[in-house]
């Protein structure tokens, strides 16, 4: 069985680190408290408190203090398990009343979870969601998508040659990726419903795929000739645009929400700074000057923020700013390689990969109260990607 881990970093970030930038501070409103009457096995108790604590809008607590009372009852077997629930507010009044069924607990407890945390805030849960991600082990390369919860990941896709920088689509139902399997770096597309990986872009090396809203444009970087610039796929009509052309890199690009701009890195001063630029290419305007080094920016889907991976001291780590480039946070303080930083389908938590622990893992970081979940566990992880909340291939 896969184990995790929880922490809770507040009082680490509370130390002095020596640096110029601002230690990361919770982003968000306080929580609204939810009081617990659970019946059922321990485990299932504990992921469900687990989904209401991680969620970043809601908190369990005693009943005298809380919101809302949820009397939940968990009953049945393997193969068959009933959950009922009752949610009534601070003067008795009932809130919600409804079952839910399936072969297996997990999933009753995260879609509760997540209707909770709707009903009493109007916000999208995560608690359904998946996080897709790259392994490797014994010279073997996978990706993996893990539930939030103690099951093993599902493999998706295994090969002895390199799989990496893996992209869900907004709807769900695909995983852009790229593989080496024809030697060079090809971009591929996993369909969930056909359960299979059709190739989409050969010749060069191509990587880093990201979607624009709506899943019908992907951007991605193309190196052909030894140089790197950005290039855009119509999935509709299967069609090229270079959006990109200068002699610099070009390279790791993300969309805005709302796909009319995108940032990207690239190293037009002479090393690697982020910019952003018009999502149909065009003039390009620097995105801040704080960091010699820096890569790997993902736009939050409030448009907020801007999570990316900058050297500090030597290391590699995480940060936070504003989408105008004030307002620089740091993230992570710990190990050496913290990398790849993507947000949850609600701008509320952060997945990254980090070898704090020794091993590269994936680590999931909620934002509100900084309660850091460990993901994955044995093997190295890297690369990850976040389902959205309702999909085909998002919930299992």
Not at 270 to 275: A, V
Not at 364 to 375: A, D, F, G, M, Q
Request: charged content about 20%.
């Amino acid at each position: 069985m896969r184990t995790t881990t929880l922490l809770i970093m507040a009082a680490a970030f509370s130390v002095a680190t020596g640096s110029e930038f601002i230690p990361m501070t919770p982003m968000g409103n306080e929580c609204i408290p939810v009081s617990l009457s659970f019946t059922g096995s321990r485990p299932a108790g504990e992921q469900l408190e687990f989904d209401i604590d991680f969620s970043g809008i809601l908190e369990t607590a005693p009943e005298g203090e809380a919101y809302a009372h949820a009397t939940v009852v968990l009953s049945g077997r393997d193969g068959s398990y009933t959950l009922s629930a009752d949610v009534d507010g601070a003067e008795g009044e009932m809130l919600l009343k409804k079952e839910y069924s399936g072969p297996s607990w997990e999933p009753l407890i995260h879609r509760f979870a997540d209707e909770l945390v709707f009903l009493l805030s109007g916000e999208q849960g995560i608690a359904s969601t998946r996080v897709a991600y790259i392994t490797r082990s014994n010279g073997v390369y996978s990706l993996v998508a893990a539930t939030l919860d103690h099951r093993a990941p599902q493999t998706i896709i295994s090969d002895d040659e390199v799989i990496t920088t893996p992209s869900w689509s907004p709807d769900g139902s695909v995983i852009a990726f790229t593989s080496y399997r024809q030697g060079t770096g090809d971009l591929y597309l996993y369909s969930f419903s056909g359960g299979s990986a059709s190739r989409i872009v050969s010749g060069g090396v191509n990587t880093a795929p990201a979607w624009a809203p709506g899943s019908r444009y992907l951007a991605f970087t193309r190196s052909v000739d030894g140089n790197s610039d950005i290039y855009r796929y119509d999935k509709a009509t299967e069609e090229l645009q270079r959006l990109t052309a200068r002699g610099s890199i070009e390279t790791s690009a993300s969309f805005s929400p709302t796909g009319q701009q995108m940032i990207l890195t690239s190293d037009r001063v002479g090393y690697p700074q982020l910019y952003i630029m018009d999502s149909a290419g065009g003039t390009t305007e620097r995105a801040g000057f704080a960091h010699g080094y820096c890569d790997s920016p993902s736009w939050s889907p409030t448009g907020d923020r801007i999570a990316y991976c900058a050297r500090s001291g030597g290391d590699f780590h995480i940060f936070v700013m504003n989408a105008d480039g004030t307002e620089i946070r740091q993230v992570t303080t710990e190990g050496t390689l913290n990398e790849d930083p993507v947000w949850s389908p609600t701008g509320r938590h952060l997945a990254f990969s980090s070898d704090s622990e020794g091993t590269r893992s994936i680590y999931l970081l909620e934002l509100n109260k900084l309660t850091l979940y460990r993901l994955s566990d044995g093997g190295e992880s890297y690369c990850a990607t976040w389902s959205p909340v309702s999909s085909q291939g998002g919930t299992q």
